[in-house]
């Protein structure tokens, strides 16, 4: 069975700051991938950033990074010169591998809140 | 560029009511994904289709079905709605390619009263 983990349910940073998310994930599938998604207070859910467990290189996409580090089982978020529209709440996902269940299973969230 | 549609995005029933989500994936994603989010708590896989079959199950009651449509589009009917059914419910679609990455629709809020 997967299973991610956020330890960390609230987080506040300083505008202009960089700030990580934390994620680990379980699972004994060598085939996965993992995902970040924001969700503000409005509810949409968007998704981020994407790394596949084969991937070499950490994913980037503009200010968001994914520090992946497969040997420990985690891929954390780092969001670079925050935003005060960078306040929401943040899941990391799992989905698992090629040719079968291929559903999304979340972590409980970190809610990150931006401070001016 | 097109994104999934939900509709509708509010809806309030009584207990024991019937309901219907529809969602209308983003043009030629071939998986389609139900969530449901209950209030603060992360998102539950319900079922998923791909090219219009049913490909995984996961923790949707019996009272809840769904099914794909020729047009892609998927509707998930709700019957005997119960106060705990109250969430946030997510379609999300995606293209069948090494990352499968799903976009998810803004939701259908459901209040049971």
């Known amino acids: 069975a997967q299973k991610i983990t956020q330890t960390q349910p609230g987080m506040f940073v300083q505008e202009k700051e960089a700030v990580t998310l934390d994620c680990t994930y379980d699972t004994s599938d060598p085939s996965y991938g993992l995902f970040w998604y924001k969700q503000p207070s409005s509810g949409e859910m968007i998704f981020l950033i994407y790394?596949?467990?084969?991937?070499?290189q950490n994913a980037t996409e503009g200010r968001y990074s994914l520090n992946f580090q497969k040997a420990r089982k985690s891929a954390n978020l780092v969001i670079s010169a925050s935003q005060l529209g960078d306040s929401a709440m943040y899941f990391c996902a799992m989905r698992g591998p090629s040719g079968s269940a291929r559903q999304l299973t979340f972590g409980s969230g970190t809610q990150l809140t931006v401070l001016p | 560029a097109a994104g999934v549609i939900q509709s509708p995005r509010h809806l309030i029933k009584e207990k024991r009511e019937t309901a219907t989500l529809k969602c209308y994936p983003i043009p030629r994603h071939d998986t389609v994904y139900w969530y449901q989010q209950g209030p603060g708590q992360d998102p539950q896989f319900l079922i998923s289709?791909?090219?219009?079959?049913?490909?995984d199950k996961g923790s949707i009651p019996d009272r809840f079905s769904a099914q794909q449509f020729s047009d892609y589009h998927s509707e998930l009917n709700m019957s005997s709605l119960e106060l705990g059914d109250s969430a946030l419910y997510f379609c999300?679609?995606?293209?069948?390619?090494?990352?499968?990455?799903?976009?998810f629709g803004p939701g259908t809020r459901l209040t049971v009263l």
């Open positions: 790394q596949g467990s084969y991937d070499q």
């Open positions: 289709f791909y090219e219009k079959m049913q490909s």
């Open positions: 999300a679609s995606s293209l069948t390619s090494s990352a499968d990455t799903q976009y």
